[in-house]
């Protein structure tokens, strides 16, 4: 093989490694799918992010009876073990959530009785139990920062609802379980992002689902993944007020800075995710007269879409999540740990599916090191 006869495909991008039946990016159409029904319907219809999950996990919508008895065994699922806890409030309160996130669910591992028996049944037992749990790993810690108690999980309320009650110690009202709710609809899947895939990777050597998805919070974090809206905020708060984002894009780009929020290696158009969040921002902050964010996105977008068209670069759907969650009152760093509160339906659904038809995943690459050198012992080295 030479440099001439290798196809490297940096990114992977183009390569099909898997099939799924989860869901499906039309990057060209920008339409997206979880198990064929189109993501706005949710929406629409004020599904719960509980629905959702059990569609991706069990390949189809829940009866009444079927969710209720889901969204028991979730909210049964909630609490973390004390000793758990108490690691948490030895965290330094500076610690990044995402980090505590990605540690925390590491640790789980080791207080499960059973967390290296890959049967379908204990698969689905671990990834409920992780499910139930990220909204508590986060908001452990994130009143221990602030020099708080931890408040208990509650069992009688949604998924949404129960993570704001555990941020701020008071029942949310129905504005922000809505708000919440849907986002957490629109981010449960979406095919082989680079966390879902990262997951798979881990999977696929037939590690513990634990290791896997602690790999899938790894690859979220990241300012090119679910990272992207901590960057945005702070571009944000460089541009300071919307009258400054031309000046703002126009320097950026032209010091080849990436304008967070934008950009997809799949979607070629608008994401139809995005399309819903700027509506949804735009209503919040009407409602709640907290326009600021909500404004300066929307200011940042007009000047850099007509710049970036050209490269076939939209805003993708971190861009506004930032307006959005920030004007329900999450603060920056929880953005992106409120997307993994999310993605994790996405993850367990996949690791499901890598699982039960695994094959080992191992590419190519391209050597470019000298072919024959030596080793010198150190008393002759230069
Ligand atoms: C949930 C999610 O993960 S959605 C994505 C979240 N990430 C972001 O929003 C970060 C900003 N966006 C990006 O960095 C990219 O668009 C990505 C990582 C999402 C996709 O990247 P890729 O498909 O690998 O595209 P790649 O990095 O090759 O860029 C292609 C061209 O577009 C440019 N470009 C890509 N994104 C941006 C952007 N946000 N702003 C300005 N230019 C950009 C690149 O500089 C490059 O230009 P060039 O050809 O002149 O060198
Ligand atoms: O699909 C991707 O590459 C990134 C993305 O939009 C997501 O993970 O939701």
Do not use: C
Not at 59 to 64: F, S
Not at 246 to 264: D, F, N, P
Not at 289 to 294: A, I, Q, S
Not at 360 to 368: A, E, G, I, T, W
Request: aromatic fraction near 8%; avoid cysteine; proline fraction near 6%.
């Amino acid at each position: 093989m030479t440099n001439q006869t290798v196809q490297i495909n940096k990114g992977l991008e183009g390569i099909v490694v898997a099939e799924t039946a989860l869901s499906k990016v039309f990057g060209e159409e920008g339409r997206l799918i979880y198990r064929g029904i189109p993501i706005q319907e949710f929406v629409e219809n004020d599904a719960l992010y509980e629905e959702v999950v059990y569609l991706l996990w069990n390949g189809k919508l829940p009866t009444k009876a079927e969710l209720d008895a889901f969204m028991a065994d979730l909210a049964s699922k909630r609490a973390l073990p004390d000793t758990v806890v108490n690691q948490i409030t030895q965290f330094p309160k500076t610690a990044d959530p995402m980090v505590v996130l990605r540690t925390v669910v590491s640790m789980l591992h080791m207080y499960d009785e059973n967390p290296d028996d890959l049967s379908p049944e204990n698969l689905r037992r671990i990834g409920s139990n992780l499910l139930a749990k990220f909204p508590t790993i986060l908001a452990t810690f994130h009143r221990y920062r602030q020099g708080l108690d931890p408040v208990a999980p509650r069992t009688d309320l949604t998924h949404a609802a129960n993570y704001l009650y555990m941020l701020n110690g008071k029942e949310p009202g129905p504005r922000s379980v809505e708000g919440v709710n849907a986002y957490l609809v629109l981010l449960a899947d979406h095919g082989f992002n680079a966390s879902t895939f990262t997951a798979r990777v881990v999977a696929g050597t037939q590690a513990d689902m634990y290791g896997a998805i602690t790999g899938a919070v790894a690859s979220l974090k990241g300012p090119l993944h679910g990272g992207a809206p901590t960057a945005l905020v702070k571009q944000m708060e460089e541009v300071g007020d919307p009258a400054n984002a031309e000046k703002y894009v126009e320097e950026a780009l032209a010091a080849k800075k990436r304008i967070m929020g934008i950009g997809h290696r799949v979607y070629k158009t608008y994401d139809p995710r995005a399309r819903i969040l700027k509506r949804m921002a735009e209503n919040i902050a009407k409602e709640t007269g907290n326009t600021r964010w909500y404004e300066l996105a929307a200011a940042i977008e007009a000047a850099a879409l007509p710049r970036l068209e050209a490269k076939r670069l939209y805003t993708n759907v971190d861009f506004y999540s930032v307006p959005l969650l920030l004007s329900l009152g999450l603060p920056t760093d929880m953005l992106t740990p409120t997307f993994a509160v999310s993605r994790v339906a996405g993850w367990v659904a996949h690791l499901l599916e890598q699982y039960a038809d695994n094959r080992l995943m191992r590419p190519r690459s391209f050597y470019v090191g000298p072919e024959e050198a030596h080793y010198v012992p150190i008393d002759q080295r230069g």
